[in-house]
Protein backbone atom coordinates (compact mmCIF):
# COMPACT_ATOMS: atom_id res chain seq x y z
CA UNK A 1 0.00 0.00 0.00
CA UNK A 2 2.77 2.44 0.62
CA UNK A 3 4.71 1.49 -2.81
CA UNK A 4 0.89 1.81 -4.36
CA UNK A 5 0.62 5.43 -2.98
CA UNK A 6 4.34 6.71 -3.44
CA UNK A 7 3.94 5.05 -7.02
CA UNK A 8 0.31 7.60 -7.37
CA UNK A 9 2.70 10.63 -5.64
CA UNK A 10 5.40 10.04 -8.29
CA UNK A 11 2.92 9.80 -11.48
CA UNK A 12 1.12 12.62 -10.35
CA UNK A 13 3.96 14.64 -9.96
CA UNK A 14 5.63 13.84 -13.23
CA UNK A 15 2.12 14.81 -14.47
CA UNK A 16 2.17 18.01 -12.70
CA UNK A 17 5.92 18.97 -13.61
CA UNK A 18 5.05 18.22 -17.52
CA UNK A 19 2.01 19.73 -17.45
CA UNK A 20 3.41 23.66 -16.34
CA UNK A 21 6.24 22.42 -18.65
CA UNK A 22 3.85 22.32 -21.30
CA UNK A 23 2.08 26.20 -20.29
CA UNK A 24 5.34 27.57 -19.76
CA UNK A 25 6.05 26.80 -23.36
CA UNK A 26 3.10 27.81 -24.86
CA UNK A 27 2.92 31.32 -23.17
CA UNK A 28 6.66 31.59 -24.59
CA UNK A 29 8.34 31.47 -21.21
CA UNK A 30 10.26 29.02 -19.57
CA UNK A 31 11.25 28.08 -16.10
CA UNK A 32 14.55 29.95 -15.97
CA UNK A 33 13.19 33.50 -17.55
CA UNK A 34 15.19 35.55 -15.89
CA UNK A 35 18.29 35.31 -18.28
CA UNK A 36 16.11 34.66 -20.99
CA UNK A 37 17.05 37.67 -23.37
CA UNK A 38 13.79 38.07 -25.05
CA UNK A 39 12.09 38.08 -21.87
CA UNK A 40 14.13 40.66 -20.65
CA UNK A 41 13.63 42.75 -23.28
CA UNK A 42 9.91 42.16 -23.46
CA UNK A 43 10.00 43.18 -19.49
CA UNK A 44 11.88 46.54 -20.69
CA UNK A 45 9.53 47.63 -23.11
CA UNK A 46 6.14 47.15 -21.27
CA UNK A 47 4.10 50.25 -22.19
CA UNK A 48 3.56 53.20 -20.08
CA UNK A 49 0.27 54.32 -20.07
CA UNK A 50 -1.32 57.01 -18.27
CA UNK A 51 -5.35 58.14 -17.21
CA UNK A 52 -6.89 60.90 -16.95
CA UNK A 53 -10.12 60.92 -14.90
CA UNK A 54 -12.60 63.55 -14.54
CA UNK A 55 -16.23 64.65 -14.96
CA UNK A 56 -18.36 65.81 -18.03
CA UNK A 57 -20.99 68.75 -16.57
CA UNK A 58 -23.67 70.43 -18.42
CA UNK A 59 -26.00 68.68 -15.91
CA UNK A 60 -24.32 65.25 -15.28
CA UNK A 61 -23.58 63.68 -18.89
CA UNK A 62 -24.09 59.80 -18.70
CA UNK A 63 -23.24 57.38 -21.50
CA UNK A 64 -21.68 60.33 -23.12
CA UNK A 65 -18.57 59.74 -25.75
CA UNK A 66 -15.10 61.01 -24.66
CA UNK A 67 -11.89 61.71 -25.87
CA UNK A 68 -8.50 63.08 -26.19
CA UNK A 69 -8.79 64.86 -29.40
CA UNK A 70 -4.79 64.39 -30.87
CA UNK A 71 -5.80 65.48 -34.34
CA UNK A 72 -7.91 68.58 -33.66
CA UNK A 73 -11.07 67.97 -35.77
CA UNK A 74 -13.03 68.24 -32.70
CA UNK A 75 -14.47 64.39 -32.90
CA UNK A 76 -13.38 60.94 -31.58
CA UNK A 77 -11.77 59.20 -34.68
CA UNK A 78 -11.01 54.79 -34.00
CA UNK A 79 -7.39 55.27 -33.22
CA UNK A 80 -7.82 58.19 -30.57
CA UNK A 81 -8.53 57.21 -26.71
CA UNK A 82 -11.85 57.16 -26.10
CA UNK A 83 -14.28 55.99 -23.53
CA UNK A 84 -17.78 56.51 -22.31
CA UNK A 85 -19.02 58.55 -19.12
CA UNK A 86 -21.10 56.86 -16.52
CA UNK A 87 -24.44 57.52 -14.98
CA UNK A 88 -22.86 60.97 -12.87
CA UNK A 89 -20.70 62.00 -15.74
CA UNK A 90 -17.47 60.64 -14.32
CA UNK A 91 -14.75 59.03 -16.53
CA UNK A 92 -11.46 57.52 -16.65
CA UNK A 93 -9.47 57.90 -20.23
CA UNK A 94 -6.34 55.68 -20.65
CA UNK A 95 -3.71 56.83 -23.02
CA UNK A 96 -1.06 54.75 -24.54
CA UNK A 97 2.19 55.20 -24.49
CA UNK A 98 2.26 55.73 -28.56
CA UNK A 99 -0.52 58.02 -28.05
CA UNK A 100 1.38 60.33 -25.85
CA UNK A 101 4.04 60.79 -28.35
CA UNK A 102 1.82 61.63 -31.49
CA UNK A 103 2.19 65.28 -32.60
CA UNK A 104 -1.05 66.47 -31.37
CA UNK A 105 -0.57 65.10 -27.46
CA UNK A 106 0.73 67.90 -26.50
CA UNK A 107 -2.02 70.54 -27.65
CA UNK A 108 -4.82 67.99 -27.31
CA UNK A 109 -8.34 69.17 -25.84
CA UNK A 110 -10.95 66.42 -24.11
CA UNK A 111 -13.76 66.32 -26.37
CA UNK A 112 -16.96 64.78 -24.63
CA UNK A 113 -20.34 64.44 -26.73
CA UNK A 114 -23.68 62.44 -27.30
CA UNK A 115 -24.96 60.59 -24.26
CA UNK A 116 -27.76 62.25 -21.83
CA UNK A 117 -27.82 65.27 -19.84
CA UNK A 118 -29.36 64.36 -16.23
CA UNK A 119 -30.78 67.81 -15.79
CA UNK A 120 -33.59 66.60 -19.19
CA UNK A 121 -34.51 63.18 -18.80
CA UNK A 122 -35.09 61.32 -21.79
CA UNK A 123 -33.58 63.89 -24.05
CA UNK A 124 -30.16 63.38 -26.17
CA UNK A 125 -27.22 65.81 -25.32
CA UNK A 126 -27.07 67.27 -28.54
CA UNK A 127 -23.70 69.64 -27.75
CA UNK A 128 -20.21 69.37 -27.80
CA UNK A 129 -18.05 69.88 -24.68
CA UNK A 130 -13.94 70.48 -24.61
CA UNK A 131 -11.32 71.23 -22.03
CA UNK A 132 -7.94 71.57 -22.37
CA UNK A 133 -5.83 68.36 -21.35
CA UNK A 134 -3.56 70.18 -18.39
CA UNK A 135 -1.48 67.39 -17.52
CA UNK A 136 -2.97 67.19 -13.97
CA UNK A 137 -4.42 63.79 -14.91
CA UNK A 138 -8.33 64.99 -13.60
CA UNK A 139 -10.31 67.20 -15.76
CA UNK A 140 -13.77 68.35 -15.25
CA UNK A 141 -15.05 69.34 -18.72
CA UNK A 142 -18.25 72.29 -18.96
CA UNK A 143 -19.13 75.21 -21.18
CA UNK A 144 -16.97 77.31 -19.64
CA UNK A 145 -13.93 74.76 -20.13
CA UNK A 146 -15.28 74.93 -23.88
CA UNK A 147 -14.67 78.56 -23.50
CA UNK A 148 -11.25 78.40 -22.36
CA UNK A 149 -10.29 75.13 -24.86
CA UNK A 150 -11.50 77.79 -27.61
CA UNK A 151 -9.01 80.53 -27.08
CA UNK A 152 -6.68 78.03 -26.70
CA UNK A 153 -7.03 76.81 -29.82
CA UNK A 154 -7.58 80.14 -31.79
CA UNK A 155 -3.88 80.89 -31.23
CA UNK A 156 -3.06 77.78 -32.84
CA UNK A 157 0.19 77.21 -30.57
CA UNK A 158 1.69 73.65 -30.87
CA UNK A 159 2.33 73.41 -27.48
CA UNK A 160 0.26 74.26 -24.78
CA UNK A 161 1.69 74.67 -21.29
CA UNK A 162 -0.08 75.17 -18.20
CA UNK A 163 0.87 78.95 -17.75
CA UNK A 164 -1.16 79.27 -21.46
CA UNK A 165 -4.26 77.15 -19.58
CA UNK A 166 -3.94 79.67 -16.53
CA UNK A 167 -4.07 82.94 -19.18
CA UNK A 168 -7.10 81.45 -21.30
CA UNK A 169 -8.84 80.70 -17.74
CA UNK A 170 -8.56 84.23 -16.42
CA UNK A 171 -9.35 85.99 -19.86
CA UNK A 172 -12.59 83.92 -19.60
CA UNK A 173 -13.30 84.56 -16.14
CA UNK A 174 -12.76 87.93 -16.99
CA UNK A 175 -15.22 88.19 -19.97
CA UNK A 176 -17.75 86.07 -17.65
CA UNK A 177 -17.22 88.06 -14.72
CA UNK A 178 -16.14 85.23 -12.47
CA UNK A 179 -13.02 84.52 -10.35
CA UNK A 180 -10.46 82.18 -12.03
CA UNK A 181 -11.14 79.54 -9.34
CA UNK A 182 -15.37 79.15 -10.11
Known amino acids: SDLKYMKNLMLKTTTLSVATAMLLSMSGCSSDDSTNPAVVEEIDTIEKVST ?30 FTLTDQDGSFTLTVSEAQ ?9 QLVVYGGQDSDRPGEDFVG ?18 TLVSAYLQKDGAS ?3 AEDITAAIAKVA ?8 Q
Request: with cysteine; aromatic share 6%; glycine share 8%.
Open 52 to 81: ITGKAVDGYLKYSTVCLDLSGDKFCQPTEP
Open 100 to 108: QNEAGYKTA
Open 128 to 145: KLQAPNDGTGSVTVTPVT
Open 159 to 161: DVS
Open 174 to 181: TVLNLSPS
